[in-house]
């Protein structure tokens, strides 16, 4: 399978200090990668990396096969979806679901005197749907729970079938029951056969929806340890990537993770 992304020894420096070190990694057209780390690590960085929102101080990173610094990131970029916290921010709050969906079709937020297809219209509520927003199709983004305005946001991010589909912290401050439903949808989705490479950062292992492929373990700007979820995850390179002797078990495709204290 092609490579759909590759980072060679990529620094990126800001204010004198390296946000992420000499990182060397590539992800390949069939895989779901989670990004794991504490704060500061560096993984959002990597993401906007990845999603050509952001240039490296040095090394290169090329995309879809096309390397950042000589190719127009204008073009580049519709065929990434990225969905993030910070994007949700830029949404108009009195914007109906269905439009902040639809509007993905000509990469702009915000649906002002844009004049769409039925067949916009058609595929933004067959994503809707896949994703069981299809109820709230009518009702204003600023109503909508922590939990529904995350998946508002991936269900934009694919509207275009993306060729590389780029997470930020998906589940980041939503309820148990809010969080294992997204984690249930991102699972069905990574394991369709249709689905694009994809990249999740996380702060837990309990986040990682089944389907998921590979993991990339950063700390201090650094990887720790990068490879299929199943070799790499593990409680030492845990331990290694959380500073703290960490406990790692499985259930049936899930993960969980505690600290052990030291006696």
Same mark, same amino acid.
């Given at each position: ?7 060679? #020894?990529?620094?990126?420096? $800001? ?7 000499? +990182? ?45 610094? %000589? ?5 580049? %970029? ?11 921010? $830029? ?31 058609? $595929? ?11 109820? +709230? ?6 109503? +909508? ?19 590389? +589909? ?13 969080? @294992? @439903? ?24 309990? @986040? ?10 950063? $700390? ?10 199943? #070799? ?32």
């Amino acid at each position: 399978m092609p490579q759909v992304l590759e980072f060679a #020894d990529v620094v990126v420096r $800001r204010n004198a200090k390296d946000i992420v070190e000499h +990182l060397t990694w590539s992800v390949a057209g069939d895989e779901r990668w989670v990004v794991l780390g504490p704060n500061g690590a560096g993984k959002t960085t990597v993401l906007q990396l990845a999603a050509a929102l952001l240039y490296p101080t040095s090394g290169t990173v090329s995309i879809l096969g096309e390397r950042l610094g %000589r190719t127009d990131v204008f073009d580049l %970029r519709p065929r990434i979806g990225f969905a993030s916290t910070a994007l949700s921010r $830029r949404i108009p709050p009195d914007e109906s679901v269905l439009d902040v969906v639809l509007t993905a079709a000509y990469s702009v937020l915000g649906r002002w005197r844009e004049q769409y297809e039925a067949i916009d219209e058609r $595929r933004a509520l067959r994503v809707l749907a896949e994703w069981k927003l299809d109820h +709230l199709a009518d009702r204003s983004f600023g109503t +909508l729970s922590d939990g529904e305005q995350k998946r508002v946001q991936i269900a934009r991010a694919v509207m275009t079938d993306p060729e590389l +589909l780029m997470l930020d912290e998906p589940t980041a401050s939503l309820d148990l029951g809010s969080r @294992e @439903e997204l984690v249930s949808l991102l699972g069905g989705y990574a394991q369709a056969p249709s689905t694009p490479a994809m990249i999740m950062v996380t702060h837990h292992v309990e @986040e990682i929806p089944i389907g998921f492929t590979h993991v990339l373990l950063m $700390r201090e700007a650094q990887a720790v340890a990068a490879g299929p979820l199943a #070799d790499t995850l593990t409680a030492a390179n845990l331990s290694a990537t959380f500073g703290v002797d960490v406990e790692l078990d499985e259930h049936e495709g899930r993960f969980a993770a505690r600290a052990v204290r030291s006696r």
